[in-house]
């Protein structure tokens, strides 16, 4: 059966990249092998919508399929849409013979210049590139906002340290040309998808990353510089005097690179920690009983 990448990924065959790119992530993300374990099917349909992505994303390949000039694995397709009915079979020279009914013989002697055997016509075999191989990539949370090479080992077994794009993501793809399988006509690519991995107290917000931050009472009172993990390492950031837990303050240029070039910023989450059975504390509001009504706003 043919394969058509549009219905492959669920789109229609005018959808905008932008459409084709979150068909590719919603279905990545369920088909992913990791994911699916026990189910093999669902590593063959992995790899499917992966190439299925792979040549709708390539805009000449896409702009060939839609034309009819090649198939939906990037082979090229038999001219007029003739590829069976009647039982091909080899010539010499690298050439297909098609003895199937029906005289097309005037017009295949003008477009290929002769006929092949046995009354039929002949069609040269263009030479291919190597297939593509596909790669999973796992990339710490860090790694990735940081941008920090990754190196990654090839199925020819050579080693090489890759340089993350801006907006890396889940889902990001990078093509290694020529590092794919060889072939008559070439190497095919090598296609590496980046999975980013989660953190365990760093969360991303677009291109921002949050961070809930714990302070101690006297810190959140009296103010003062506490220190602050990034994904660049550990920076001094000013709390300011009386911070409520809930404030939010900003180290910029502290997130994820854009694909545009900027970076985004690292949103601190203040969140005082109240000590238990410290007796001190605990006298100190007894005797400070109730000091206004913070609830006043929310009309209790």
């Known amino acids: 059966m043919a394969v058509d ?49 792979d040549l709708l994303t390539d805009k000449d390949k896409r702009a060939r399929f839609d034309r009819g000039e090649i198939d939906g694995e990037g082979n090229p397709a038999a ?9 091909h079979r080899a010539g010499p020279g690298g050439f297909e013979f098609n003895s199937g009914g029906g005289d097309f013989g005037d017009i295949f002697e003008g477009l ?88 365990r107290f760093f969360r991303r917000d677009d291109n921002n990353i949050r961070l809930d931050l714990p302070v101690t009472l006297s810190e959140a009172v009296l103010g003062g510089p506490v220190r602050v993990p990034t994904v660049d390492g550990p920076v001094m950031l000013n709390v300011p005097a009386g911070s409520s837990s809930g404030r939010t303050l900003r180290l910029k240029g502290k997130g994820f690179t854009a694909k545009g070039g900027a970076r985004g910023d690292q949103l601190v989450t203040i969140e005082i920690e109240i000590p238990a059975d410290d007796a001190a504390l605990k006298a100190w509001a007894e005797a400070a009983g109730k000091a206004g009504n913070p609830r006043v706003r929310l009309g209790v």
Do not use: C, W
Not at 12 to 20: L, N
């Open 79 to 87: 001219p007029f849409g003739f590829g069976g009915g009647g039982g």
């Open 5 to 53: 990448p549009y219905s492959t990924l669920g789109v229609a065959r005018g959808a905008s990249e932008a459409d084709i790119k979150k068909a590719y992530r919603k279905l990545a993300k369920e088909l992913h092998p990791d994911k699916n374990k026990d189910n093999p099917k669902a590593s063959e349909r992995f790899s499917a919508v992966t190439s299925a992505y």
């Open 112 to 199: 290929f210049g002769g006929r092949g055997g046995g009354g039929g016509f002949a069609r040269a075999r263009a030479p291919q590139k190597g297939a593509n191989v596909a790669y999973r990539l796992a990339v710490d949370f860090e790694d990735a906002a940081a941008q920090r090479p990754q190196r990654i080992t090839l199925g020819d077994g050579k080693t090489i340290d890759l340089k993350l794009p801006n907006g890396v993501e889940t889902g990001t793809q990078m093509r290694l040309t020529g590092k794919g399988e060889p072939g008559p006509a070439g190497n095919g690519d090598a296609i590496v998808t980046i999975e980013v991995g989660g953190h």
